[in-house]
């Protein structure tokens, strides 16, 4: 199985500033064939249904604010969030899908400071 | 907007079994895959496996196999999970996921249900 590790578990940052919250895989996620990254990034609101942010490592999904990006590559990912807002407030989860076992990194708490 | 619409929480005695529901709302399954996702209490996402769409074959994940079967009902554009001989370690919050796919598998999903309680107590 892939496993997928996020850093930090939790973190606290002041209103408009940037999160940063990282995640790496236990092998590559980069397929050469197609030079893409098999990771995603969805946020998750209590009470609320996930929200898919960003695909393919770095493809932000439409309507997802551009605050939100992705990057990375092979086993070391990121999501950046700029400017933080309230509403982002939530707990984040990366994913792969390199492997057909789907993994998911253990969650980012992300708080107001 | 796609919803997926899931049905209730669900108090199960062991033994018992339990039928999860997730409808779809605004689109059609055709076309995607559905997938599973278990969360335990206080724990993180656990993907539990994927059903084709397109050819009707389930694949499930290690740890989910023989109690638990997926289905589809694409007349009513259902989705549905099924748990057989219910344990205490099988209370957690049970997610429908529409999502993409191709030969090799499963990819990401699109849109997720709003979670089904289950709760397998005596």
């Known amino acids: 199985d892939i496993v997928m590790t996020q850093s930090p578990d939790s973190l606290a940052v002041s209103l408009g500033e940037r999160a940063t919250i990282n995640c790496k895989s236990s092998?590559?996620?980069?397929?050469?064939?197609?030079?893409?990254?098999?990771l995603a990034w969805y946020q998750q609101k209590p009470g609320q249904p996930l929200k898919l942010l960003i695909d393919w490592a770095s493809t932000r999904e439409s309507g997802v604010p551009d605050r939100f990006s992705g990057s990375g590559s092979g086993t070391d990912f990121t999501l950046t969030i700029n400017s933080l807002q309230a509403e982002d407030v939530a707990v984040y989860y990366c994913q792969q899908y390199f492997s057909p076992l789907i993994t998911f990194g253990q969650g980012t708490r992300l708080e107001i400071k | 907007q796609v919803q997926l619409v899931q049905s209730g929480s669900e108090l199960k005695k062991p033994g018992a079994s339990v039928k999860v529901s997730c409808k779809a709302s605004?689109?059609?399954?055709?076309?995607?895959?559905m997938s599973w996702v278990r969360q335990a209490p206080g724990q993180g996402l656990e993907w539990m496996g994927w059903f084709n769409t397109n050819t009707g074959n389930p694949t499930y994940a290690q740890g989910f196999t023989g109690r638990f079967v997926f289905s589809l009902d694409t007349s009513v554009t259902t989705a549905y999970l099924q748990i057989s001989s219910l344990k205490a370690e099988d209370t957690a919050v049970y997610y429908c996921?529409?999502?993409?796919?191709?030969?090799?598998?499963?990819?990401?999903?699109?849109?997720w249900g709003q979670g089904t309680l289950v709760t397998v107590s005596s």
């Open positions: 092998q590559s996620l980069f397929y050469s064939s197609n030079n893409k990254n098999y």
């Open positions: 996921t529409r999502g993409y796919y191709d030969n090799s598998g499963f990819y990401y999903s699109d849109y």
């Open positions: 605004g689109d059609s399954f055709i076309g995607y895959a």
